[in-house]
């Protein structure tokens, strides 16, 4: 019905920039929130930003200043330009959306991309 694509990630090193893409396709009507999460190993998936179709964002406190979240309604598509990042910040970032299709609202996830902080 929805599929998320992630991509962006890699191996950067302490300090350095990413930027991560996560393009939505499918029978979608709208998406009002989109969002991204992490987990690390051991850990659990956590939020790490969110966003409405209208623009308003939410940050988790460990990326406020360093991350900022942005999409674009016309491409049912997500970013997340990751600046100074830190070796603390290595985890496998997820794509979060919750879509309107013909079929109602649910929430769908991609199959994640790998983010590593490491010198």
């Known amino acids: 019905q929805v599929q998320l694509v992630e991509s962006g990630g890699g191996l950067v090193q302490p300090g350095g920039s990413l930027r991560l893409s996560c393009a939505a396709s499918?029978?979608?009507?709208?998406?009002?929130?989109m969002g991204w999460y992490r987990q690390a190993p051991g850990k659990q998936r956590e939020l790490v930003a969110t966003i409405t179709n209208g623009g308003s964002t939410n940050y988790a406190d460990s990326v406020k200043g360093r991350f900022i979240i942005s999409r674009d309604n016309a491409k049912n598509t997500l970013y997340l330009q990751m600046n100074s990042l830190k070796p603390e910040d290595t985890a496998v970032y997820y794509c979060?959306?919750?879509?309107?299709?013909?079929?109602?609202?649910?929430?769908?996830w991609g199959q994640g991309t790998q983010v590593t902080v490491s010198s």
């Open positions: 979060n959306a919750n879509a309107v299709t013909p079929w109602g609202t649910s929430s769908y």
């Open positions: 499918g029978s979608i009507f709208s998406i009002y929130v």
